[in-house]
DNA sequence: ATGTCGTTTTGTAAACGA
């Protein structure tokens, strides 16, 4: 089963990308980002064309998220983030895709950072980390996916010293990040390349895809029970040279079959 | 600072957020 997540910057805007990207990857579901879209916006009838199901939690403008899954109907779990009733940004949704607990997110990008938007974001992470703690006690196979707007260690970012003082690198959100993996969760693109230097994104200006000036900020989150099960990760680097790219490229996981699981190998 | 996207609108150019 392949799983991935994709902030697509603009979902109508870069529709043609995330068709030929779907029918070349054939992900059997995917957590989106960015669609920057209101509800009754959302290309509900390209996506079934593309043979996939969905659900989708939309905003104007900005944010804007949405469960794809491939010859089937994400049920829903859950839209919006517990923990404040005041938020009104379409930044997270959860549903249940073959036997599987999705939670699709796009964390707050948090900069200028000093600034409220920064406690924002710290703010946002604490109710993250709280509702992920809550779905590791249902002791099911959950998957946490999305933009989490953290580089989580120096080995991803192309230039670790330009980014202290910003938003997506400050050492409270690295804390945030790694606090998060205490739980027990795995991040499984590092899990299955532990020193390889992957990016999710390249920003738009100076050239930096061409000068791989990147940053690893999507990341795939695996429950103890799921994490046994991943066989296989990587980014779709070549999506972001398309025509029309998002400034993100795809990061995907393959997890075996859940019987696979419970062969145990001998210790030692 | 740089400078590039998609989005929206007291709209076809400028602002905003990323």
């Known amino acids: 089963m392949k799983i991935a997540t994709f902030n697509v910057n ?18 059997d579901a995917v957590c989106l980002q960015e669609l920057k879209a209101p509800d009754a916006r959302f290309p509900i009838r390209a996506i079934e064309q593309a043979g996939y199901g969905a659900i989708w939690h939309g905003q104007k403008s900005w944010n804007g998220v949405a469960i794809l899954a491939l010859g089937r109907e994400p049920i829903e779990t859950r839209r919006g983030l517990p923990g404040d009733p005041d938020d009104e940004q379409a930044r997270y949704i959860e549903a249940a895709v073959e036997g599987l607990l999705i939670g699709c997110l796009y964390l707050p990008n948090g900069n200028p950072a000093p ?3 920064f406690d924002a974001k710290r ?10 703690a809550e779905l590791l006690a249902l002791d099911v196979p959950v998957i946490l996916a999305g933009d989490y707007n953290v580089m989580p ?8 010293e330009r980014w202290v003082d910003d938003a997506l690198f400050r050492p409270e959100v690295r804390a945030a990040f790694h606090a998060l993996i205490a739980q027990g969760w795995t991040d499984a693109l590092r899990a299955r390349h532990p020193d390889a230097r992957l990016y999710t994104f390249w920003d738009y200006l100076r050239h930096a895809f061409a000068r791989d000036a ?6 795939l989150l695996l429950s103890p029970k799921l994490a046994p099960r ?3 990760a990587g980014v779709d680097r070549a ?3 398309w025509e029309k790219a998002s400034d993100h490229a795809p990061a995907w996981i393959e997890l075996a079959p859940a019987r ?3 062969r145990r190998k001998p210790a030692g």
């Open 115 to 117: 600034g409220a938007k």
């Open 260 to 262: 696979a699981a419970r």
């Open 10 to 27: 603009g979902i109508n805007g870069r529709l043609a990308v995330l068709l030929r990207w779907l029918e070349e990857a054939r992900p």
């Open 230 to 232: 991943l066989s296989a």
């Open 239 to 241: 999506v972001r040279s």
């Open 123 to 132: 703010r946002w992470f604490a109710r993250l980390a709280a509702h992920a």
């Open 153 to 160: 260690t120096e080995l991803d970012v192309y230039k670790p």
């Open 214 to 219: 990147g940053l690893r900020l999507d990341h």
